[in-house]
């Protein structure tokens, strides 16, 4: 008996990088419905490949190491970028066919600059004769209940303090959303939870709605597809609002708008002053763009996003991906 044809697509990034594929994915799973799809990407990101459907295996890999047998693919999809790296992880494999950017030792077409990142890989899908649609991008419902239901979710990590906003900004959301009504938790990852727990006290907030540092990935998507409003920085967090169209307030700083921010139609709104940008993701201090975005700017969103119905389903995937 032959083997299925088989299709490995690497994403060894973070959430929000790989929720910003989940169109690409959905494309590769429509275009080569007979193939088995591999997913290969950081090991604690497992959980998505159930929620973005289509996908039948999921790889741990650890950085760019190059890939192994036993993947043997017949197609090799580079959705990591357009360096070196990334081509040599997948040459590895000796694909009878790769499909990327162009990079070294690797012809493809040329890397775009701008634009948005849920875009760029869609257009390397199209330019590679796949249609591909950026607005396929919602997520499966849960398997979980959400931790906490109908919660106002207010997630204060990033990874690196160009993208953090001032804690006792933060707080000040925090406690007038608590005097609004909203039942309010506040996220972030365990390292992240010293930070969570400052603003919890500062806003009034008992230490038990403190949840950063106790979710998994598949209790913060469910807490998300839930919660009745998320309020973060640009971070993962912020792309699983968008994937289940939950009312969002998002805080750029160094990342613009335009490359990284929720989709234009939904309730979601994004907030920068443009215009004083640095622009260096890695700073230890918030971006100036960051901080140009005041209370009253979060406060003033929230009302709006919470006003603009979101579109039913709020959840769901494409056709032909159930499976």
């Not at 649609?133 to 990590?157: E, M, N, Y």
């Not at 959301?173 to 969570?196: E, F, I, K, M």
């Not at 406060?299 to 499976?323: H, Y």
């Amino acid at each position: 008996m032959s083997r299925p044809r088989r299709l490995v697509a690497l994403r060894a990034l973070n959430l929000g990088d790989l929720l910003v594929v989940v169109p690409a994915l959905r494309a590769l799973r429509r275009h080569f419905a007979d193939h088995e799809i591999t997913l290969v990407s950081h090991a604690w990101l497992e959980p998505l490949a159930e929620l973005i459907g289509g996908i039948d295996r999921f790889r741990a890999t650890r950085g760019l190491a190059p890939l192994t047998a036993p993947l043997r693919p017949d197609v090799a999809v580079d959705l990591h970028g357009a360096g070196a790296g990334s081509a040599a992880a997948l040459a590895a494999l000796v694909p009878r066919r790769h499909l990327g950017y162009a990079a070294p030792g690797r012809p493809g077409p040329a890397w775009p600059d701008g634009g948005h990142e849920r875009g760029r890989w869609c257009e390397l899908l199209v330019a590679h004769g796949i249609p591909a649609d950026p607005d396929d991008l919602l997520l499966r419902p849960p398997p979980l209940q959400a931790p906490v239901p109908a919660a106002t979710v207010v997630h204060v990590g990033a990874g690196y303090g160009a993208k953090e906003w001032p804690l006792e900004r933060f707080a000040a959301v925090a406690a007038r959303l608590r005097v609004d009504g909203h039942r309010v938790v506040v996220t972030g990852s365990a390292a992240q939870r010293p930070r969570a727990l400052t603003v919890a006290e500062r806003a009034g907030l008992p230490a038990s709605d403190v949840l950063a540092g106790c979710t998994g990935l598949s209790e913060l998507a469910a807490l998300v597809a839930g919660a009745r409003l998320l309020v973060a920085g640009d971070t993962g967090v912020a792309h699983l609002a968008s994937a289940y169209r939950t009312p969002s307030v998002v805080l750029f700083g160094p990342a613009p708008i335009e490359e990284w921010g929720p989709p234009g139609s939904g309730p979601h709104r994004a907030l920068t002053v443009a215009e004083r940008r640095r622009g260096d993701p890695f700073a230890a201090d918030p971006d100036p763009a960051l901080l140009g975005v005041t209370v009253a700017d979060v406060l003033d969103a929230v009302g709006e996003v919470l006003v603009v119905p979101a579109r039913s389903p709020r959840c769901g995937v494409a056709d032909g991906i159930d499976r």
